[in-house]
C-alpha cells in the first residue's frame, strides 16, 4: 500500500536550519509530485511548495522564496524540504503529501519546535 | 494569489443530520476543488476530488458539488466519526491554496 513515512520532530533555535525527510513506498515514485503544507498550532493547512520527482522542478510559495529548498532522492524514493533562518512562527508540523493533482496520501507529519 | 473562503467557520449539528459547508473562491476555479477532513492530531484525508468525485474508500454519505467560484460540500447523515476540520483546496493555479477550514462538531 502507498506509505509516506516522515522523519521525527525537531527541535531547533532561531536562525538555525531544519530537514524534513519523507520516504515513499508503495507505488512508482518518479510518477507524482511531492507537496509540503505546514500546519501552525491551531492554525489551517499552509502550502508551501511542491517538487516534480520526474525532473526535479520545484515552485515555492512566495512567503518562503530564499528559504526552501525541496530536493528528490528517486533511488531512495525520497523526498526532502529544508527550510532555513528559523523564526519562532515557523514551529509548525509539517507534512509531505502526493500530489497528481490532489494530495491524496499524506506523511504522518513533523513537528517542528523552533525554541530558544 | 486565489483566495478561498469557506462557511462556516464552524457547527455544531447532531447524528443523522444534513451539514452543508460552502466554500468560495476569488477568481473562477472550474472545477478544480477538493475537500480534505481532518481529525484532531492526524493528517487531513481526501474525501473529494475534482469537486464531485468521490475517493476511493470514502463513504458515501460525503458528496461535493460546484463548479467556477462556488462549491458544497455535504454529508447527508452526519456520523460520531465526522468530527473534524473540513478544508477545500484550489489547485486551478499555482501556488495552490486551502481555505481556513469548518470546525464540525456533535451537538
Known amino acids: 500500500q502507498v506509505q509516506l513515512l516522515q522523519s521525527g520532530a525537531e527541535v531547533k533555535e532561531p536562525g538555525a536550519s531544519v530537514m524534513v525527510s519523507c520516504k515513499t513506498s508503495g507505488y512508482i515514485f518518479t510518477k507524482y509530485s511531492v507537496t509540503w503544507v505546514r500546519q501552525a498550532p491551531g492554525q489551517g493547512l499552509e502550502w508551501m511548495g511542491y517538487?516534480?520527482?520526474?525532473?526535479?522542478?520545484?515552485n515555492y510559495a512566495q512567503q518562503f522564496q530564499g528559504r526552501v529548498t525541496m530536493t528528490t532522492d528517486a533511488s531512495t524514493s525520497t523526498a526532502y524540504m529544508y527550510l532555513s533562518s528559523l523564526r519562532s512562527d515557523d514551529t509548525a508540523v509539517y507534512y509531505c503529501a502526493r500530489e497528481g493533482s490532489r494530495f491524496d496520501k499524506w506523511g504522518q507529519g513533523t513537528l517542528v519546535s523552533v525554541t530558544s | 494569489d486565489i483566495q478561498m473562503t469557506q462557511s462556516p467557520s464552524s457547527l455544531s449539528a447532531s447524528v443523522g443530520d444534513r451539514v452543508t459547508i460552502t466554500c468560495q473562491a476569488s477568481q473562477d476555479i472550474s472545477f478544480y476543488l477538493n475537500w480534505y477532513q481532518q481529525k484532531p492530531g492526524k493528517a487531513p484525508e481526501l474525501l473529494i476530488y475534482?469537486?464531485?468525485k468521490l475517493e476511493m474508500g470514502v463513504p458515501s454519505r460525503f458528496s461535493g458539488s460546484g463548479s467556477g467560484t462556488r462549491f458544497t460540500f455535504t454529508i447527508s447523515s452526519l456520523q460520531p466519526e465526522d468530527v473534524a476540520t473540513y478544508y477545500c483546496?484550489?489547485?486551478?493555479?499555482?501556488?495552490?491554496?486551502f481555505g481556513p477550514g469548518t470546525k464540525l462538531d456533535i451537538k
Open positions: 483546496q484550489q489547485y486551478e493555479n499555482l501556488p495552490r491554496t
Open positions: 475534482d469537486a464531485s
Open positions: 517538487i516534480s520527482t520526474y525532473n526535479n522542478n520545484a
